[in-house]
């Protein structure tokens, strides 16, 4: 009776061990999940907000594209013209190496650059590409003045349409799926020509 008692004695214990080892096993790969799901909704949450700003500069600098069409080709630009222009040419700027933050250069080789900018070694990826070309147009029209043509304002335009469509590739299952039944239709761009 003595050895059944030791035996169950020591089965039981080794039995709470390793339930007890399983259930700590399960709590840590619970707060681990937990964990890389909360670093995933802040990262999506900095990357929406860097989008927005990323936006928001595109979409002003497609404004200015089109305001100071309006002055004399091949003349300086009114002062605040320029001041604003290079506020929005350093935004842009600095939005493209906010961006590297999000997305690093493909690596096209395992070599250190010797000056230690590994971080603009590679090729850029081309949602940072959009921001780039942000960044082009402002210094264009700080350097140039006043364009002869809409070409800079539809540049900023499909640019700011890339930007968006990349972007939303990025974030891609953290956004809300709509149903079908949700999708809008085709606005005309005439307010007059809209439904009353």
Same mark, same amino acid.
């Given at each position: ?80 013209? #320029? ?55 402002? #210094? ?19 640019? #700011? ?36």
């Amino acid at each position: 009776m003595h050895q059944v008692l030791e035996f169950a004695t020591h089965h039981t214990s080794q039995g709470l061990s390793l339930a007890t080892t399983l259930t700590a096993g399960l709590f840590t790969l619970f707060a681990w999940l937990t964990t890389q799901r909360d670093k995933a909704r802040k990262r999506d949450h900095e990357l929406f907000d860097w989008g927005c700003d990323v936006i928001r500069t595109m979409s002003e600098i497609e404004t200015q594209a089109a305001e100071i069409r309006a002055g004399e080709v091949g003349q300086p630009l009114p002062a605040k013209g #320029r001041e604003t222009l290079l506020d929005l040419k350093s935004r842009s700027s600095a939005l493209v190496d906010q961006g590297r933050l999000f997305f690093p250069n493909v690596k096209q080789s395992r070599r250190q650059r010797a000056d230690g900018t590994a971080a603009f070694k590679g090729t850029r990826v081309a949602v940072l590409d959009e921001v780039v070309r942000a960044f082009m147009v402002a #210094r264009h029209l700080c350097d140039h003045g006043p364009p002869q043509d809409e070409v800079l304002r539809e540049q900023m335009r499909r640019a #700011r349409r890339r930007f968006v469509t990349h972007l939303q590739r990025e974030m891609g299952r953290s956004l809300r799926r709509p149903p079908v039944d949700a999708a809008g239709e085709s606005v005309p761009r005439d307010p007059y020509q809209w439904e009353r």
